[in-house]
């Protein structure tokens, strides 16, 4: 049965990884996306007529994200660690593949693809040890 701190936590992850993409892409990376803007990558106002499909994708995210670090869960395990852990796992699973088959794919430049993988695997790991915390049992927290 899916708790209530099931839906929290999808919703809190969902929001914080939309937020942490919105720092790295649209804050740290941004210089090099204009460089790439009406080749590779839409003009912002474009970009952003299709933020329903972002909002989808960050909602599938967070939830995804949330039932997948519960059904792995170590009891009596420390929870950053197991944060740690999962994050890594999922920088391995969805960050650095994703910008590697971006970079066999598409004419990306090596350095953007270098700075996505390691600023995406910081913000993997944050985001795992966060979703960690978040569903923590309670005579951990």
């Not at 996306?33 to 080749?39: D, F, I, K, P, V």
């Amino acid at each position: 049965m899916v708790d209530r701190g099931f839906w929290i936590s999808g919703v809190v992850m969902a929001v914080l990884a939309c937020l942490t993409d919105f720092g790295i892409n649209g804050v740290l990376l941004y210089d090099d996306y204009a460089a790439l803007e009406g080749t590779l990558f839409r003009s912002p106002e474009e970009a952003q007529s299709n933020f329903i499909y972002m909002a989808i994708a960050y909602l599938l995210f967070g939830f995804a994200l949330t039932w997948i670090y519960r059904q792995g869960k170590t009891a009596g395990a420390s929870t950053l660690a197991q944060g740690i852990r999962f994050g890594i796992a999922i920088a391995a699973i969805a960050v650095v593949p994703v910008f590697l088959i971006y970079y066999a794919v598409q004419p990306m430049p090596g350095a953007l693809v270098v700075k996505q993988c390691i600023y995406g695997t910081v913000a993997a790991v944050l985001l795992g040890i966060i979703v960690a915390y978040l569903n923590r049992d309670a005579k951990e927290a």
